[in-house]
């Protein structure tokens, strides 16, 4: 009886081990053959202002050179839309605009920021309302001029300098003409 209980034990310990060696997790990793990831991150630079209230709308890429085309820009899927202070996201602070956006890899011509209504700045206590000057349309537009590679993993910071972007008129009036930097970093997925 002593050889059977301990045949079944030994039986069982094998098929426990099969069992156990023969189930793993295969790591699946996700490529993207014909398209990129974009993620798209938004800062400002200090400034004198107490604050900068920009209302985003949207982030788009330009991929097409004829801007007449309907198809030239392409909208993002924004994250962060709404009204940021910029006078507060300075340094090692950032906002998240667009989060790992796969995109078609191609040329990139330009990147923008739709701009709301919305915007205002505080200075010495005092607000302003901003007006953007026609010819920028509600939009401030960087030059890209990059080609997207599949696998990779593009991530661009839009650095919005406060100071150079705020113009206080003699007639009490304060535009808003956006000056942008924009840093790209480049990641290999694979």
């Given at each position: 009886m002593k050889f059977l209980s301990r045949s079944k034990t030994i039986i069982y310990s094998v098929f426990f081990l099969f069992i156990v060696s023969s189930c793993s997790k295969e790591i699946?990793?996700?490529?993207f053959d014909n398209s990129s990831l974009i993620s798209?991150?938004?800062?400002?630079?200090q400034s004198l202002l107490n604050s900068a209230n920009i209302e985003i709308l949207d982030v788009q890429i330009k991929v097409l050179e004829e801007d007449s085309n309907p198809n030239?820009?392409?909208?993002?899927?924004?994250?962060n839309t709404?009204?940021?202070?910029?006078?507060?996201?300075?340094d090692?602070?950032?906002?998240?605009?667009?989060?790992?956006?796969?995109?078609?890899?191609?040329?990139?011509?330009?990147?923008?920021?739709?701009?709301?209504?919305?915007?205002?700045v505080v200075k010495n206590g005092v607000e302003y309302v901003l007006?953007?000057?026609?010819?920028?349309?509600?939009?401030?537009?960087?030059?890209?001029?990059?080609?997207?590679?599949?696998?990779v993993l593009y991530?661009?910071?839009?650095?919005?300098d406060i100071d150079r972007s705020v113009e206080f008129s003699s007639e009490g009036t304060v535009n808003l003409n956006p000056r942008?930097?924009?840093?790209?970093?480049?990641?290999?997925?694979f």
């Open positions: 699946e990793t996700e490529t798209v991150k938004l800062q400002g630079t030239a820009w392409v909208s993002l899927n924004t994250i709404g009204i940021h202070d910029l006078a507060n996201i300075t090692d602070e950032v906002v998240t605009l667009v989060d790992f956006e796969e995109v078609p890899a191609g040329f990139v011509y330009n990147i923008k920021l739709v701009l709301g209504d919305r915007n205002a007006e953007i000057a026609p010819e920028h349309e509600n939009a401030s537009t960087n030059i890209v001029g990059k080609h997207l590679k599949t696998n991530d661009f910071l839009i650095e919005f942008m930097s924009t840093l790209l970093r480049r990641f290999e997925l």
